[in-house]
């Protein structure tokens, strides 16, 4: 049983047949949103993130490369890895579906949906596509003006007839549907919910869970013959992250997990199959999966296999980490599709972060640096226009608890940036500078009111921007431990002395041509 305090989010194991490309630097940055988000809530939370190295799609790749599948999930796997490190995703345990511990899991799993009577063996025929590592209905394809067979995301099928062992999917037809009747939030946002309803209603076939044309997988307990199909393999990699099958491991009291992240092109395989194996294996199912949408470079659908893929190490060199994040997790609603392109980064980048939270840090602790001895100034009582822009700034983290528990961490910084907007009005408004020679009390005040909202502001973009939140903190005194979410109930305390404000946020300046 999971303890009272823990909460634990996972993302997508990315097949490592090519490098990260955007899409996945995306989800590790969403995901790590949520994950800081809890964290600062007192929460102690287990992240798990890695790569899904088995399966038909790498061993093509592999040969294509002259390499062996587990030489190109290594290479590839560290360049995860990197890039999680590179954009500052703070995972508990990156796994690999080729670890032995992993393997060890996978078997168990195997062996209690056999013991319930879940497993037989017969022989398959049908559709399979290579790149969604999926088996699709006849109906489910479509054969376009160029001949090729598809599946419904677009991906070309190939006809599969061999031996294969059965998870009798069937059977759990009526259990999904009250499941999700049940637990209205297991499955979000709701477009994917009412889809996921719909295929089930449409009716469950049995599944084919294994494959006897090539060994690079994990093996069917007592069939060696036989290498388990991939994506029950790639599920159970959330178990095994926390420990599973040794029940007794420090981590499996994180179990069930909180939260799934995943794109929404894999939702059947987390709000079906995954539970259906789960339930049959006697094992408490996931709480919640949430499906985000796709990103778009200008709107151009990319993947590796498509060819267009946007680099995130460039995309962070160029722009910055912080930068990045913000502009994903604020631009696109998550759970939307989004597009991007370099206009709206650079504009995101000078307009919210440089202009309306950088230079309001800049300009109103400079005047503190020069005119208040550099320390937290004292106030007098507090104005009308004061209280209510504390309020706001107070009012913050309820509308941001709220928007996190379902995963709208746009919404949660729309909260945020409303504030840094109202800040700026405010600022602008109460204009301290002039105040310095005609009532230096009320400057003090002003600007104590806006480091003191600057400070709520900083504590709550942490998850996003961690960095730059962090600078934010330094420059206004506050001190480590006083950096999470209980501390928003307190206030800056006057007379602490300053370090010498240093700039957040650059602007974006055009490199020069040649
Ligand atoms: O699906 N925009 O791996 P994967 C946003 N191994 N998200 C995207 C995206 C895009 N353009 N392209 C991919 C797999 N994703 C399996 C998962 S989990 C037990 C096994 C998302 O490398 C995609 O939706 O193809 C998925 O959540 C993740 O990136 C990994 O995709």
Redesign the pocket.
């Known amino acids: 049983m999971a303890q009272r305090n823990s909460f634990y989010i996972?993302?997508?194991?990315?097949?490592?047949?090519?490098a990260?490309?955007?899409?996945?630097a995306?989800?590790a940055i969403a995901t790590d949103a949520l994950a800081r988000f809890q964290r600062l809530d007192g929460k102690d939370v287990f992240f798990l993130t890695g790569?899904?190295e088995h399966?038909l799609k790498m061993i093509q790749t592999a040969q294509k490369e002259g390499l062996t599948p587990h030489a190109l999930a290594t290479r590839n796997a560290g360049r995860f890895r990197e890039m999680d490190d590179r954009l500052g995703v703070s995972y508990d345990r990156f796994i690999r579906t080729s670890e032995e511990q992993h393997h060890r899991s996978v078997q168990e799993v195997w062996k209690r949906m056999q013991d319930k009577g879940d497993i037989y063996l017969d022989s398959y025929s049908g559709w399979y596509s290579v790149?969604?590592?999926a088996y699709y209905a006849e109906d489910e394809t479509v054969v376009g003006d160029d001949k090729v067979r598809r599946g419904p995301q677009g991906t070309p099928v190939e006809w599969v007839e061999e031996k294969s062992y059965f998870f009798k999917l069937s059977a759990y037809q009526d259990k999904l549907l009250k499941l999700y009747e049940d637990q209205p939030d297991f499955i979000g946002p709701d477009s994917r919910r009412n889809e996921v309803i719909s295929f089930v209603k449409s009716g469950l076939k049995d599944l084919s869970v294994s494959r006897t044309t090539f060994d690079w997988g994990v093996k069917v307990p007592g069939d060696p013959e036989h290498v388990m199909y991939?994506?029950v393999d790639?599920?159970?990699?959330?178990i095994s992250g926390v420990g599973f099958p040794d029940e007794n491991d420090k981590n499996w009291h994180y179990w069930p997990a909180d939260v799934?992240?995943?794109?929404?092109?894999?939702i059947r395989?987390?709000a079906v199959y995954?539970p259906a194996f789960l339930m049959s294996a006697g094992i408490p199912v996931q709480k919640r999966v949430y499906?985000?949408?796709?990103?778009?470079n200008k709107g151009e659908?990319?993947?590796?296999s498509v060819g267009n893929i946007v680099d995130p190490f460039n995309l962070a060199d160029q722009y910055g980490v912080d930068q990045v994040r913000y502009f994903f997790l604020r631009e696109v609603p998550f759970g939307s599709?989004?597009s991007y392109n370099h206009e709206a980064i650079v504009n995101r980048i000078n307009a919210d972060l440089a202009n309306d939270l950088g230079n309001l840090a800049q300009r109103s602790l400079t005047m503190v640096a020069k005119q208040c001895e550099g320390k937290v100034p004292e106030h007098g009582a507090f104005s009308e226009t004061d209280s209510a822009i504390l309020a706001m700034a107070d009012a913050m983290i309820t509308q941001a608890r709220t928007a996190m528990a379902t995963q709208q961490i746009h919404q949660a910084l729309n909260a945020v940036w409303a504030v840094v907007a109202e800040a700026n009005r405010y600022f602008a408004g109460e204009a301290p500078w002039a105040l310095a020679k005609t009532d230096p009390a009320r400057q003090k005040t002003v600007l104590y009111v806006t480091a003191e909202v600057l400070r709520q502001i900083a504590i709550l973009a942490q998850p996003a921007i961690p960095t730059a939140a962090a600078k934010l903190l330094d420059i206004l005194g506050i001190a480590e431990g006083q950096r999470d979410f209980a501390a928003l109930a307190t206030r800056i305390v006057p007379g602490t002395p300053l370090p010498a404000p240093a700039p957040i946020f650059p602007r974006y300046v055009e490199p020069a041509t040649a």
């Open positions: 996972t993302t997508a194991i990315a097949y490592p047949n090519g990260p490309h955007i899409g996945h995306y989800e790569t899904d399966g790149r969604d590592e991939v994506w790639a599920l159970t990699n959330y799934h992240v995943i794109g929404k092109d894999i395989f987390h995954w499906a985000h949408g796709f990103l778009f659908k990319m993947s590796k599709d989004g």
